[in-house]
Nanobody
Framework: QVVLQESGGGLGQAGGSLTLSCTSS????????WAWFRQGPGKERESVAI????????DYRNSVKGRFTISRDSAKTTVYLQMNSLKPEDTAVYYC????????????????????WGQGTQVTVSS
């Protein structure tokens, strides 16, 4: 069994920065894809950032491009989300997700593509 645990959420100010981390524990686990999703109040869960195997292969939703950076450590068991220039609309519960097997690019942003999820961490950005 794999357990994903997020940390680093909290209260941030508009224009400020926060860094989220997500670490896996349990059985040996080296996912091909790591992702961060978020879900705001009354909204559907949406993908934020994805890293596929190496840190040179990333994808972001348009609203966070240039502000957020996803990365994974060399052991590929921890993923980070560096969030800069925060905006109030970034307020949401942020979830890390991971998938062991490689999938097509068109499926990367679908929550159903990921078998493993963290419990979520709240990020609140004040104006």
């Amino acid at each position: 069994q794999v357990v994903l645990q997020e940390s680093g959420g909290g209260l941030g100010q508009a224009g400020g920065s926060l860094t989220l981390s997500c670490t896996s524990s349990g059985r040996t686990f080296t996912p091909y894809h790591w992702a961060w999703f978020r879900q705001g109040p009354g909204k559907e869960r949406e993908s934020v950032a994805i890293v596929s195997w190496s840190n040179s292969n990333t994808d972001y939703r348009n609203s966070v491009k240039g502000r957020f950076t996803i990365s994974r450590d060399s052991a590929k068991t921890t993923v980070y989300l560096q969030m800069n220039s925060l905006k109030p609309e970034d307020t949401a519960v942020y979830y890390c997700a991971a998938r062991e097997g490689r999938i097509v690019v068109s499926a990367l942003h679908a929550p159903s593509s990921y078998e493993n999820w963290g419990q979520g961490t709240q990020v609140t950005v004040s104006s």
